[in-house]
């Protein structure tokens, strides 16, 4: 399994280098894309599904996870490493239902026919957010995937979940800052 993720400034590149490192800890590869400041919004908002695209054709031998640069691993990710049954991995959000969090995929034809209607629709619809056309994609008949929802253990914010799920153990954590500045790590020059 390969991690993909983007970064775009110095704070997110921070994060993005934990991520990495915290792969690494389990022995996942991890491939980061810095988000050049002169490229248009709207490239911006669609760089989950070009990312994914762009990995999933360049190491056809691996499987995909994306997430997001403040995402750290705190455990084996054993249902995206382990389980083979199902095609797309993600996570819903309870009060949305739409896709929130990491994006797991498959490196296999239906996978690549996904994203190909993913990125058509998000071309047709350049308001909406990919979660929401990812969303509507998974949702449409016609698709032969199957698709496997992550527990809230992989989309997990400590103050959004911890009082819902006192007893959970997280295996991805993210660390959703809200402007707020959180504890730096330093990055190697």
Known sequence: MLISSFYGDAFAGQFA???KGSAKNFEIE?????????????DKS???SKLLAR??????????LFVEPDACFQQRPNILLDEKDYDVGVYYDLSTLEVSGPIFLRNNAAVRRLLKAWQAL??????ATEFETLSRILSRPGFPLEVRRLPV??????????????AANPVIVHFKTDGLLSSRIRIPR
């Not at 990995?55 to 995909?64: G, I, Q, R, S």
């Open 122 to 127: 998000g071309r047709a619809e350049p308001e």
């Open 55 to 64: 990995n999933l054709l360049e190491h056809p031998a691996e499987d995909v």
């Open 153 to 166: 253990t992989y989309a997990w914010v400590e103050r959004m979940h911890r009082d819902v799920h006192p």
């Open 46 to 48: 669609r760089l989950r």
């Open 17 to 19: 280098l934990r991520l």
């Open 30 to 42: 991890t491939d980061l894309y810095k988000w050049e400041n002169g490229a248009s919004e709207a």
